[in-house]
């Protein structure tokens, strides 16, 4: 392996406008660059983001120690950060910090080696799972749009904070051309019915109304007329932590809502009645692991009850909710746990476990496409990247397709 000659940490701006980092690698014959997004509705348990500040004295301190090694491999970048770090939420260092350098090493690990990053994902990946690399077989990511944004995603709208839809084909060009044709439709739909259509963080459209149910039906009246010969589901993100009351264990659901974890479970019954959810993400609060057990029992046999908040792409915590048969679903999400091979880990320890891995964009994005490459590498159940709206959010469903034509 060559050693890395030069690393600059450079501010940019994100889709909200506010500060990110973005790290460039170099030797004399490679650059890499990579940069990372943020959340707002953050998991208690995620990797730290700590300030722009802090993480620029940060790099002064380490980026010598960095220059000064030679890494064989991302395995062995990742955890010599780890070991820099020292905490278990990478308070020291920043999970900001650690990610992105983590996730530029792959990528100038990729272009030493002249090949593609998911290829080199792919290495890795099955370098630490190596059971893996003879049981799983590979189709192609299903896509999840978040066509309707809510909760902390949007300035006004109902509390659930993602109406999806998630087209059911193993095309990601049909699936893509099918979420255009869905927002299509539905900016026409919210132009003629509240006069004029604003977008929230994921590019999703806003309705001026907080009936959580209101959506599901317009999804609803617009599928039945568009008539799609490929089978059109929908899901939501309730990100029920953002509306959940500690003190009174209550969810403030809508402003004249507020319900036990029994009566929203009930609410959510009824919603699957209605609408068939095909998959439901932080349906309770985050450290509710029963909740989630008792409805994966009701309804887990047809919905997907996914873990986000819940499960923060920590294997440790992945492993308690296998336990409690919480979840069949995981989001992954790189920045909740700040290195690229704790990513992979948290991946692989889902197929083993039988839980469907969807790797996540933020809501605060920038145009790096590197999750795309990550769910190509690791046998992804679906990929989450928002609405068709944004460029920063079509990168990443455009880079799968371009993998997978070239493949
Ligand atoms: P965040 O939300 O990126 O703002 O945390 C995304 C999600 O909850 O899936
Ligand atoms: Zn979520």
New binding site residues.
Partial sequence: MPKIEDIQLNIIKDSKGEDTLKAVMTTENISACSSI???????EKEAAVVSIEKVLMNFEKIKPKILNQSFNCLFDFDNFLIDLDQTKNKQNLGGNLTLVLSQTFARFLSLYKQKELWQTLEEEFFILNPALEKTLTFSPPLFFFNLLNGG??APYGPYI??YLIIPQTNSPQKSLSLAIEFLQNLKIYIIQNYSQCNFG??GGVLIPSNDYEEPLKIFKEIKSKMNSEIEISFGL?V?ASSFYHKEEETYHLAPSRTLSSQELLETYLDLNKKYNLFSL??PFEENDFESFKNLKQKIGERTLIIG??LTVTNSQILNQAAQNDAISGI?I?PTQIGTITETLQTIGLAHRKGIKAII?????ETTDDFIADLAIATRAYGL?SGSPQNPERVVKYKRVISILNNK
Avoid: L, M, V
């Fill in positions: 997004p943020k959340g707002k509705s953050r998991g902390k995603h904070q993602e963080d994921e993100d990100a993400e932080d986000d908040d989001i999400k996540s964009h933020r809501s605060a989450k």
